[in-house]
């Protein structure tokens, strides 16, 4: 059946009168047999990357053909994810160096040029993002441990997105609270960069729980959430290398969601052991009752972690304390 329907629809996507038609059909055909269309993958992105290029379709036709895409390939194995968005991505990102008067970056960091670039002059921008998005996560539900440059970079791209376009975070389209479940997981990463790039997704997204509603409920629903996973870091889990990044996701709470953070501390504090088997409830009192009390200086909040990292680990006190 595939076989021979599949062609007629991409011959159709070449046909701007057809658009509508048959870019709905392939986003259906997406969406319902994605299980049955990887000998199919090549072909349909190939084509689709074709008509996106020559821009036949209009907007609204290329945000249901970059979901269409997405569909098709969070069905299939990682590398070839991968292979398959490289070649989809790629002409974009020309496009924009072009556009920025810029040398090609050979790193091909996923997408950071869009954000330098203004949606007027690159309507599906949008699409892009959410499609780069929605395949990336369908990595995390195969088990993105073996992928943390993928993860790395992933986190980049939404930290930019919040940066230079968090209305982006308004789609309906973009599942927010999956792409936050997804940071939570990569704190927990042995990767220091990894790290790194996750406890800055976090701190660009804070601020906004004022100004973009879906940010501020999936906060509300999960913030606790967020701050095991800080605290699991701080208490050992993590290298001390990074307990400033800690602390500065600690402030961004403290100075965004102050009343909410007072709530998570005392729950999440609240197991024995936890953080650490080494500290007592006293001094988890005290260390909730210091951070709640600094939301203007920062230096103050890394010099508590660190502190308090010390004392989870048994190292307080001791030479290595000294040269921390």
């Known amino acids: 059946m595939l076989s021979s329907v599949?062609?007629?629809?991409?011959q159709a996507l070449g046909n701007p009168d057809l658009s509508v038609s048959s870019v709905s059909t392939l986003k259906?055909?997406?969406r319902e047999c994605k299980y049955d269309l990887p000998p199919y993958a090549t072909n349909i992105v190939a084509v689709s990357q074709e008509v996106l290029i020559k821009q036949i379709h209009k907007t609204s036709q290329c945000m249901w053909l970059m979901q269409a895409l997405g569909f098709l390939l969070s069905a299939l194995p990682v590398e070839d994810i991968l292979r398959n968005l490289h070649s989809l991505i790629t002409?974009?990102?020309?496009?924009?160096?072009?556009l920025a008067d810029e040398t090609p970056n050979p790193s091909n960091k996923l997408m950071v040029h869009i954000f330098a670039s203004e949606t007027d002059h690159f309507p599906p921008i949008k699409a892009l993002f959410e499609l780069v998005t929605s395949v990336t996560l369908s990595i995390f539900q195969q088990g993105p441990r073996d992928h943390p440059d993928i993860v790395d970079s992933f986190m980049q791209l939404q930290a930019q997105a919040l940066k230079r376009?968090?209305?982006?975070?308004?789609?309906?389209s973009l599942d927010v609270k999956a792409v936050f479940h997804c940071g939570v997981l990569s704190l927990k990463f042995p990767e220091a960069p990894t790290v790194k790039s996750t406890c800055l997704f976090f701190t660009e997204l804070l601020p906004h729980c004022s100004d973009v509603p879906p940010l501020a409920r999936v906060v509300q629903e999960d913030g606790k959430l967020l701050v095991q996973a800080v605290l699991e870091g701080i208490g050992g889990g993590a290298s001390r290398s990074l307990m400033d990044q800690f602390a500065d996701v600690l402030f961004c709470l403290?100075?965004?969601?102050?009343?909410?953070?007072?709530?998570?501390?005392?729950e999440?504090?609240?197991?024995p052991g936890f953080p650490s088997s080494r500290i007592t409830a006293e001094q988890k009192d005290n260390f909730s009752h210091q951070i709640l009390r600094e939301r203007v200086n920062k230096r103050r909040v890394k010099d508590i972690v660190k502190e308090f990292t010390l004392l989870c680990r048994g190292l307080h006190g001791t030479e290595y304390a000294a040269e921390y």
């Open 6 to 10: 599949l062609p007629l629809v991409l």
């Open 165 to 172: 376009k968090p209305d982006l975070f308004l789609s309906e």
């Open 28 to 30: 259906k055909i997406c």
């Open 268 to 271: 999440a504090l609240q197991p």
């Open 254 to 266: 403290n100075k965004h969601c102050f009343s909410l953070l007072a709530v998570w501390l005392k």
């Open 91 to 98: 002409p974009y990102i020309q496009q924009l160096e072009k």
